[in-house]
């Protein structure tokens, strides 16, 4: 799995760089009436639809757990519920900003019985969770990527400060049904293999109940040892085939195959049987042919092929396959001795448009190749793997690049004003909890923490690793082009997000086309710096999902594209502060809590979680 440079958060999270979550609307928060409520939302009081609900799933959604109460009056009515259409039909709790957080679920009382120790790790009063720390050798390798940051002075922080910061600041936003958080911090050892099981057992050991996976590199050994032992684990190093081989206990943070369904439907349905025009002189009136070039298993190939027939798309010539490094910057060694083979065989078959599925290192080799072989096909680049980057896209020989357009996971730059870049994502709930410029931070952490956190809250008191899917697969699908929003990327856990196959990973399930320009200078998102490098997306910058891709796209017409925007996007409305959390509560506010570990073992209480109420 790439390793990403920057991190998308799971539904309820946000990306603080291109695209961080953008709260969807600003209300007046108050106790809606019973009767008022239920037709706003356009429910039904049909209470065996269940255990009181008055609302219904929307489209794609499982049932959510019956002990949430989530779709109730009693959750609707909760005076921390912010609810009307643009909130969904379950309507929302705040984060940093009203209506960003979580879905509502009903009031948990004090003293109420949560069930006690439902599942291993589980107890009355706690929830035993380890996280993963990337090694020595590995924490100086993503360095270059998304380190964990002291956000007084940028300077590098610990990885043990980062992870306690991140789960204290989130925890407020949640609902944790009367469980405090019990957290170990455990260092891999190494990524071969002898150290990953090593590893795996000795956090087995612990009798977790979840396991977070902080190395990009994925560690796939203990990733799937610890699934097979029916914990939960939450990594980069997760495809979805894995995922649903071993579900419901392993889950991810980057999907190759939704960026596969999405480039198989527009390559359908735009481009097969028409000549390839976007190559070089050679091959314009050529009859565009396909030939695929991809790390070894990163994407269904079998249902890519399917998606691509369906809409028209004929079977690739050539389909040429390397072993990846595990990181979105690749092995330039590999990529060198590979690519030319790579380069030849798709020539000789007459190839036109080269799909991709690689990585940065495998990209330069082979346009490099292309170039010393007088070949100028089209690149069509599919929005796996991060590559997609403008800043990743630096250096890539201009001859060939020039050439080279597709789908994105990201979107155009836009630099948030600082009302709302103050809210939103990371920065918003650090800046709510922790107060401005305090706490260590990094997009790393994000996918993960997020995804625990929703997990809990959404799973209702009887928390197992069953209920903590359900709860996840009930969550409304948001963003994107849900929501007409080029900012951010559609997530969503199950079937919400309208691919074809149950999501363990939540996205973005949706992708913008774009085309690459590599004498235009932009800053880049992700990395927000001026690079020698743009990204051009057409129409501001709009997403399309499975299902929606249209028949004919402007690429290459800048009079119909942007690489960045100038002005907040008039589709979303502006987010709005949530009220400071409760004296005492949080250090923002005066509690005595402090930034950073106190050590490899600690507790966050239960206290903390709930206290964002309504205004």
Known sequence: ???????????????????????????????????????????????????????????????????????????????????????????????????????????????????????????????????????????????????????????????????????????????????????????????????????????????????????????????????????????????????????????????????????????????????????????????????????????????????????GGQKPAVYSTYVGSGGALGDPTTAQQEAPVMVQRMKDAGVTTVVLFTDRAMNAALMEQATAQDWYPEWFMTGSGYYDLAALAVGLPEVQSEHAFGISIFGPYFAFPPEIDQLIGADGAYNWFWGEGNGTTSGVAGSGVVWLMNGLHHAGPNLTPKTFRQGLFAMPAEGGAKNDNPLVGLTGYGKTTGLPYDAYIPGPADFAPFWMDPYQKAISPGVEREVDHASWYIDGGKRYGIGDWPKKLPYFDKSKAVYQLTEYPASLPTPTAAPVCAAGQCPSSGATITAGAPGNRFTLDASLGSQAAAS
């Open 1 to 311: 799995m790439a390793e990403p440079a920057v991190i998308f958060f799971g539904p309820g999270g946000a990306m603080k760089a291109r695209a961080r979550r953008v709260p969807r609307a600003v209300t007046t928060c108050a106790i809606v009436l019973a009767l008022s409520t239920a037709a706003l939302l356009g429910g039904t009081a049909d209470a065996a639809s269940g255990g009181g609900m008055v609302v219904k799933p929307p489209p794609g959604a499982a049932q959510p757990p019956p002990g949430t109460g989530m779709g109730t009056q009693a959750a609707l009515d909760d005076p921390r519920c912010d609810t009307d259409e643009r909130y969904g039909a379950y309507g929302r709790w705040p984060e940093a900003s009203i209506g960003s957080g979580p879905a509502c679920v009903r009031p948990f009382e004090e003293g109420e019985d949560n069930g006690g120790a439902t599942s291993r790790g589980v107890t009355e009063g706690s929830v035993k969770v380890v996280v993963v720390l990337p090694s020595d050798e590995r924490a100086k390798a993503q360095e270059a990527t998304a380190p964990p940051r002291r956000r007084g002075d940028q300077s590098i922080g610990s990885w043990g400060d980062m992870t306690h910061d991140y789960l204290a600041a989130y925890l407020p936003f949640y609902e944790t049904w009367g469980r405090d958080l019990d957290v170990t911090l455990y260092q891999s050892t190494g990524i071969d293999e002898t150290a990953q099981r090593a590893d795996a057992t000795a956090i087995l050991a612990e009798k977790p109940f979840a396991v977070i996976n902080f190395d990009t590199y994925g560690l796939d050994t203990l990733v799937t040892t610890i699934a097979q032992s029916k914990t939960l684990v939450h990594s980069y190093a997760a495809s979805p085939k894995e995922t649903i081989a071993q579900a419901p206990y392993r889950w991810g943070g980057n999907d190759p195959d939704a960026a596969a369904v999405n480039a198989a439907e527009l390559l359908g349905e735009q481009f097969s049987g028409k000549k390839a025009e976007y190559a070089g002189d050679a091959l314009q009136s050529t009859t565009r042919k396909l030939g695929v070039v991809m790390i070894e298993d990163v994407i269904d190939q079998s249902l890519f092929e399917e998606v691509l027939a369906d809409h």
